[in-house]
């Protein structure tokens, strides 16, 4: 059986405020037999390759199973990304540590909504959402 794939998004600019928690997904989303690509991780575009970028994004997205979308810090890039995979039909899990600001529109768009404390939180977290959505 092919192990199923997921995209998160996440900013670009944030990413590395990131590490413990992107460590903590991926680790705990192979123990479900789930990979995680991290967009801003495996792909890097210059300025002028903006439209390259999208469709990379785009296509990503299409042979993803799933979209996680870190959403601590506000981004507008995030946001296209949870459109599009919204109008794909894709699961999105909607993630936001414990206090940061509430995007309706994020909200709007996906099937879990997740707060977390730690890594370890959002681990626990993302485990008991996954049963849900994927057993």
Do not use: W
Not at 1 to 30: V, W
Not at 83 to 89: L, V, W
């Amino acid at each position: 059986m092919k192990m199923k794939k997921g995209y998160l998004a996440i900013s670009f600019s944030d990413r590395r405020k990131f590490d413990a928690e992107i460590d903590s997904l991926k680790k705990t989303l192979l123990n479900l037999d789930f990979n995680l690509l991290v967009f801003v991780d495996k792909y890097y575009f210059k300025n002028n390759q903006e439209n390259q970028m999208m469709k990379t994004a785009f296509q990503e997205i299409d042979d993803s199973d799933f979209l996680i979308a870190e959403l601590t810090k506000k981004s507008i890039g995030v946001g296209i990304e949870i459109g599009y995979a919204y109008s794909k039909q894709k699961p999105i899990f909607y993630l936001r540590h414990k206090g940061a600001e509430y995007s309706t529109t994020a909200s709007g768009c996906s099937k879990y909504i997740i707060e977390y404390e730690t890594e370890i939180d959002l681990g626990e977290k993302i485990i008991s959402a996954f049963k849900k959505e994927f057993n």
